[in-house]
């Protein structure tokens, strides 16, 4: 691996690696609405969100976090205007106070804020539009939760920057399983320390939150009831709990992987269950870690950020191969780990952010640990079955070809349902 290479993997893994309070797809509405004020210089009097329809899908049935227990985009562009701060990034909201969740549902009352379908743009694109008196403002996002595209103050663009900075958001395209097990064998830790340190911290956390409270559906309890002494079961529980917990309002930060804190969540518990059940040093775990966050990555940057495809799917596999890491498996044994995992979970939607995203990351994990327990055993699926072909990394194109262009009407389908849908 070059010098170019190594430092490519740093700033993806510095960019992807970030810490979010609840779903970022509210919370980038938020973001957005809580610049557009900034850029105004004064409360809106009214304001639009004009949003993709997998952000519309993503924020519909999530509880936004310090809002009062509070749903949907108008919700979260509220709440961003009453109380957000824009400096916080991806935690625009976790600085609230009583008196403006008492004022955000006054303003939802009062309907100062409309949501509208923006057609024609990529999956991932938000527009705040804010007015007070003659003064207007607007903010754009695309392409990443927290990436301001635009900002328009009073007609006039003050901001343009349409597309992320490879050079400091790192070439994805550049990834692969080779050279991802040769930067986590040889990564110096201090590159990677803080960043991993912060994701074991903050996910560890909100999944104890989720196994010691009930949130939502409680999936990850019901898991660890029904099986507490096996490690898998404690693997599948942390990863759904930790869901359980987000999905349902609790305002912890998790640190995200792909833009999106459920798929930080499966990355990342599973391999910290197996850690401490193998006793592995913590520079394993963090080796490790970094193997399941890159792959995850990899996995899902030919898909694109919001999909009809199921993120966990990817995150679930990265789990897999972290794990088979952690006991000693390298490229031949974390491929089949890999290529097993998707042939066995492939396929499953997105039909939004809400509780029973806790039971998709069950699934997932699930999957990605039979990849693994199946290659141990010397088992696998073969090029021909299905979708998987020879060579990981061709059957890796061939499942983002499924997620990203064969599911796009499947896509279509399930955000007119949600639309369409009175609950």
Known sequence: MTQEQYQNYIKILRSELIPAMGCTEPIAVAFAAAKAREVLGCMPEAMVARCSGNIIKNV?????????????????????????????????????????????????????????????????YILITMTAGDASAAVEVRTKHDHIS???????????????????????????????????????????????ETQISYNTAIAEEGLNNFWGASVGRTILDAEPGSTLQRARAAAAAGS??????????????????NQ????????????????????????????????TIH????????????????????AGAGVTYLYGGRFYEIAHTIVNALAINSGMVCDGAKASCAAKIASAVEAGLLGMQMQRNGSQFY????????????TIRNVCQLARVGMRETDQTIIKLMMNSCV
Do not use: H, W
């Open 383 to 394: 090029g021909g079955d299905g979708i998987v072909v020879k060579g990981v990394e061709n």
């Open 150 to 196: 635009r900002i328009i103050k009073n007609g006039k663009v003050l901001f343009e920057q349409p597309n992320l900075q490879v050079e400091i958001s790192g070439d994805k395209s550049q990834l692969n399983l080779k050279d991802i097990l040769e930067f986590a064998d040889t990564v110096n830790l201090e590159d990677v320390r803080e960043l991993l």
């Open 299 to 318: 996995l899902k940057s030919g898909i694109g950020p919001l999909s009809a495809y199921c993120g966990a799917t990817s995150a679930g596999c990265g």
């Open 60 to 124: 519909k049935s999530v509880i936004v976090p310090n809002s009062g227990n509070e749903r949907g985009v108008e919700a979260a562009a509220v709440l961003g205007a009453v109380a957000g701060q824009a400096d916080l990034g991806l935690q625009v909201i976790s600085q609230v106070t009583p008196e403006q969740i008492a004022r955000t549902k006054e303003l939802l009352t009062q309907k100062i804020c409309r949501c509208e379908l923006e057609e024609g743009e990529g999956n991932l």
């Open 244 to 261: 359980d917990a987000r999905m349902n309002g609790c305002a912890l930060p998790v640190v995200i992987n792909s833009g999106s804190g």
């Open 264 to 295: 930080g969540l499966t990355a990342s518990l599973p391999v910290i269950v197996y850690a401490r059940e193998l006793r592995a040093t913590q520079e394993e775990l963090y080796r490790a870690l970094a193997v399941s966050n890159l792959v």
